[in-house]
T-cell receptor, first 114, second 112 residues
Framework: GESVGLHLPTLSVQEGDNSIINCAYS??????FIWYKQESGKGPQFIID?????DKRQGQRVTVLLNKTVKHLSLQIAATQPGDSAVYFC?????????????FGKGITLSVRP | SQTIHQWPATLVQPVGSPLSLECTVE??????LYWYRQAAGRGLQLLFY??????ISSEVPQNLSASRPQDRQFILSSKKLLLSDSGFYLC???????????FGSGTRLTVV
């Protein structure tokens, strides 16, 4: 369902290290998942998506892993940079056909230490 | 290419005043349109979505309403704002369920 949650948890990583951001989704019937990045004062930006018939998908410096057994989604960022500092949201697609809509997770703040 | 425009970027309104936020999409036809609200330091809450002109679904009971007078125009309104309406309002569009949403740049609303 809707996710307007508590104040966001924070992940702090050293610049150059790899980051792993985790997300637990709610509905085993969800078949499409997205990771978004939101910088302060801006709208969320699409990072990478994955369909439920896949376990892994790679982009530029990012990898999304999907474990349907435990309803878990993760975003891995390689060689984390200061520009990666932002709030990251996972989203799952609920509903069917034209009435489908994304439900967002609570978000995690990624803070990159120089 | 498709673009989404949302305005104004910031708005300060007194309690009890009306509200009208507008969102338009260019470069596509019959998009699904969405209004989200984000309270400070929190996640995204879906307020309304629309699959076509005049078709609005409300996700949560509230002081706001939405309208879609044209295919690529989505408006968020209120007759009388409350303090609790303050937040960051985001419009988004998608073509089908197999595409991710594209968000606008948001409107920061402060009700005083």
């Amino acid at each position: 369902g809707e996710s307007v949650g508590l104040h966001l948890p924070t992940l702090s990583v050293q610049e150059g290290d790899n980051s792993i951001i985790n997300c637990a989704y709610s509905n085993s019937a969800s078949d499409y998942f997205i990771w978004y990045k939101q910088e302060s004062g801006k709208g969320p930006q699409f990072i990478i998506d994955i369909r439920s018939n896949m376990d892994k998908r790679q982009g530029q410096r990012v990898t999304v892993l999907l474990n349907k057994t435990v309803k878990h989604l993760s975003l891995q960022i390689a060689a984390t940079q200061p520009g990666d500092s932002a709030v990251y949201f996972c989203a799952e697609n609920l509903g069917t056909g034209a009435n489908s809509k994304l439900t967002f997770g609570k978000g995690i703040t990624l803070s990159v230490r120089p | 290419s498709q673009t989404i425009h949302q305005w104004p970027a910031t708005l300060v309104q007194p309690v009890g005043s009306p509200l009208s936020l507008e969102c338009t999409v260019e470069g596509t036809s019959n998009p699904n349109l969405y209004w989200y609200r984000q309270a400070a330091g929190r996640g995204l809450q879906l307020l309304f979505y629309s699959i076509g002109i005049g078709q609005i679904s409300s996700e949560v009971p509230q002081n706001l309403s939405a309208s879609r007078p044209q295919d690529r125009q989505f408006i968020l309104s209120s007759k009388k704002l409350l303090l609790s309406d303050s937040g960051f309002y985001l419009c988004a569009w998608s073509l089908t369920r197999t595409y991710g949403y594209t968000f606008g740049s948001g409107t920061r609303l402060t009700v005083v």
